[in-house]
């Protein structure tokens, strides 16, 4: 502990060593990269005896309510003290803003050193979520009528994407439960993304909103609550799938909540788990977030 140094990271010196120590750990080496590529300013490394061993990367630790908080130790340099001096690193930097209110991480089920450590600096399971994959065939589609997100789409799918997700953890039973009020900022974002997003009507009327992530990933597919059990939600996702595929993707990929019950739907559609993540969260200041949806928005 004592030969290691906390630095900035400096990609022509740390880059490498980091990619190799990651090598047999897709979730955080696919994180690193995005991290690397978009907020360089924010990953540190842990130098012992001038070699690099570990990082830190935080995102939205500039801005948002919950920090993106990743740690990550080469094997062989663990139980050495490196990931608590990475941790009050963490602590240290994220302390500064006053808009962060908790940090958010991850940890591979069945990694049970590494969940003691997280449980002995404050962290706590939130929720833990299945890795999912698919190759092969196209999907056979429906009738139903698809299109590219609008901008004029904003605040029905807010209200549907906020909705039915406050409902989905409110029966897997995730605390705290929570709420986004809709924002301009998040408007911009979905208006400069809306390639990525789509919709599905029926009558003319919106059901269902999803999009895609990284290039093969389905990110926040959710259908009207009022909607559901109809088939929406199928349709939907294998409209994703084959539009992922004619984007020249042979493998597409996503994540489901542990005990949400779309992940029988997937299953049936032929993804199979890779592997399962606990999601975990310290807290630094009270959850400003709504507890629950305004009356006018149920």
Same mark, same amino acid.
């Given at each position: 502990?004592?030969?290691?140094?906390?630095?900035? +990271?400096?990609?022509?010196?740390?880059?490498?060593?980091?990619?190799?120590?990651l090598c047999e750990n897709e979730y955080f080496d696919?994180?690193?990269?995005?991290?690397?590529?978009?907020?360089?300013?924010?990953?540190?490394?842990?130098?012992?005896n001038g070699l690099t061993v570990g990082f830190l990367?935080?995102?939205?630790?500039?801005?948002?309510?919950?920090?993106?908080?990743?740690?990550?130790?080469?094997?062989?340099?663990?139980r050495m003290g490196i990931g608590t001096k990475l941790?009050?690193?963490?602590?240290?930097?994220?302390?500064?803003?006053?808009?962060?209110?908790?940090?958010?991480?991850?940890?591979?089920?069945?990694?049970?050193?590494?969940?003691?450590?997280?449980?002995?600096?404050?962290?706590?399971?939130?929720?833990?979520?299945?890795?999912?994959?698919?190759?092969?065939?196209?999907?056979?589609?429906?009738?139903?009528?698809?299109?590219?997100?609008?901008?004029?789409?904003?605040?029905?799918?807010?209200?549907?994407?906020?909705?039915?997700?406050?409902?989905?953890?409110?029966?897997?039973?995730?605390?705290?439960?929570?709420?986004?009020?809709?924002?301009?900022?998040?408007?911009?974002?979905?208006?400069?993304?809306?390639?990525?997003?789509?919709?599905?009507?029926?009558?003319?009327?919106?059901?269902?909103?999803?999009?895609?992530?990284?290039?093969?990933?389905?990110?926040?597919?959710?259908?009207?609550?009022?909607?559901?059990?109809?088939?929406?939600?199928?349709?939907?996702?294998?409209?994703?799938?084959?539009?992922?595929?004619?984007?020249?993707?042979?493998?597409?990929?996503?994540?489901?909540?542990?005990?949400?019950?779309?992940?029988?739907?997937?299953?049936?559609?032929?993804?199979?788990?890779?592997?399962? +993540?606990?999601?975990?969260?310290?807290?630094?200041?009270?959850?400003?977030?709504?507890?629950?949806?305004?009356?006018?928005?149920?």
């Open positions: 502990m004592e030969n290691t140094e906390i630095e900035a +990271y400096i990609p022509e010196r740390d880059k490498a060593a980091i990619r190799i120590m696919e994180t690193f990269q995005i991290n690397e590529a978009n907020v360089r300013d924010g990953i540190f490394v842990a130098r012992y990367s935080l995102t939205n630790y500039k801005r948002g309510r919950g920090a993106g908080t990743t740690i990550f130790v080469s094997e062989e340099y663990r941790i009050k690193e963490a602590d240290k930097l994220l302390s500064q803003y006053d808009a962060v209110e908790r940090s958010e991480g991850a940890c591979i089920d069945g990694d049970r050193s590494s969940l003691q450590f997280l449980y002995k600096n404050g962290y706590y399971i939130n929720h833990s979520m299945y890795f999912m994959e698919r190759e092969g065939e196209p999907l056979t589609e429906s009738n139903f009528s698809f299109r590219q997100y609008e901008d004029d789409d904003y605040l029905t799918w807010h209200s549907i994407s906020q909705i039915a997700f406050y409902k989905m953890r409110e029966n897997v039973g995730i605390l705290p439960s929570y709420y986004y009020s809709s924002s301009e900022s998040e408007r911009k974002s979905f208006l400069e993304n809306k390639n990525n997003k789509f919709v599905m009507l029926v009558d003319g009327e919106i059901v269902a909103i999803g999009g895609i992530t990284a290039g093969n990933e389905l990110h926040l597919i959710a259908v009207r609550t009022d909607l559901q059990s109809r088939g929406y939600g199928r349709a939907f996702v294998s409209f994703l799938v084959n539009e992922i595929m004619r984007r020249g993707e042979k493998v597409v990929k996503l994540w489901v909540v542990k005990g949400n019950p779309a992940k029988n739907l997937y299953d049936r559609l032929g993804f199979k788990e890779k592997s399962l +993540y606990h999601f975990v969260n310290r807290y630094y200041k009270p959850d400003s977030r709504l507890s629950r949806p305004p009356k006018e928005d149920m």
